[in-house]
């Protein structure tokens, strides 16, 4: 295992959203931009999304959590910090390489939101067709 006072940091993106994000050796705790998670993200299933990598590698009491979000949404952000600490696990061990990239974790989601064209409302919508 890691060395006492040793730090791993990753960044991870979703959307908009960049989490950096640091490991150290602790007992589980989160703290998100200053504030605990139950604090930072109000539903549990963005919670659940962002502990995924930490439950299916069984490191979830063994590592304290410390990351920077900025940009996008609560969705945007909690998948940019799977992402994070996906890739700062990697850091700590990599024989954890294979089980989070069979899980998908380590995989960059890269669905951005479509961009408005002119002479219509949105990126897919037209005005409404009047034949007379």
């Known amino acids: 295992m ?3 006072h040793e730090k791993f940091y990753a960044t991870g993106k979703r959307k908009e959203s960049i989490a950096k994000v640091w490991l150290l050796p602790g007992d589980g705790n989160f703290v998100i931009n200053g504030r605990g998670m139950k604090d930072y993200f109000k539903r549990d299933s963005l919670e ?3 502990k995924q990598p930490m439950v299916i590698t069984d490191t979830l009491g063994s590592f304290d959590v410390h990351a920077t979000l900025k940009g996008g ?3 945007g952000q909690s998948g940019a910090l799977r992402l994070g600490i996906s890739r700062a696990l990697i850091e700590t061990d990599p024989n954890l390489r ?3 990239k069979r899980a998908g974790f380590l995989t960059r989601d890269s669905r951005t939101v479509e961009r ?3 002479g219509q409302p949105g990126a897919r919508k037209k005005f409404q067709f009047s034949k007379r």
């Open 98 to 100: 294979t089980t989070l």
């Open 2 to 4: 890691p060395e006492v």
């Open 116 to 118: 408005k064209k002119y």
């Open 73 to 75: 949404g609560l969705t």
């Open 48 to 50: 659940t999304l962002a």
